[in-house]
């Protein structure tokens, strides 16, 4: 049997920065700060997130810089965007199914006795 498994990434946030301009093409108030989520999925089912992540991009160059490689006022304002970013409660559908699935088997093996 195969098992597709493995980790993808979900954008859950894009938040302006008005105040920065970027390093690459020095366009102001072009800079915007992604906020996603890493999860887990079976069979392309979310399971359970991992971790967030944050970039930075501009949208005049399109350059993206995670956050070890922002300018220190900038990734103190990622860190603040990303504690601010929910999780999708959708990225827990496999997490409900496998809970379901319990359950109904201990319901199943109850009834039986």
């Keep these: 049997m195969i098992v597709f498994f493995g980790i993808r990434e979900k954008?859950?946030?894009?938040?302006?920065?008005?105040?920065?301009?970027?390093?690459?093409?020095?366009?102001?108030k072009s800079l915007y700060i992604q906020t996603s989520c890493v999860y887990f999925h079976v069979f392309?089912?979310?399971a359970f997130p991992v971790y967030k992540k944050t970039y930075s991009i501009c949208s005049n160059c399109r350059q993206a810089?995670?956050?070890?490689?922002?300018?220190?006022?900038?990734?103190?304002?990622?860190?603040?965007?990303?504690?601010?970013?929910?999780?999708?409660?959708?990225?827990?559908?496999?997490?409900?199914?496998?809970?379901?699935f319990i359950i109904f088997a201990i319901f199943?093996?109850?009834?039986k006795k």
Aim: proline residues 8%; hydrophobic residues 35%.
């Design 11 to 28: 954008k859950i946030s894009l938040e302006p920065v008005h105040q920065h301009s970027c390093n690459h093409c020095s366009q102001r």
């Design 108 to 111: 199943i093996s109850n009834t």
């Design 44 to 46: 392309w089912i979310p």
């Design 65 to 100: 810089l995670t956050s070890n490689e922002m300018p220190p006022d900038l990734h103190a304002k990622a860190g603040d965007l990303k504690k601010q970013a929910k999780i999708p409660w959708y990225l827990f559908t496999g997490s409900g199914l496998v809970m379901l």
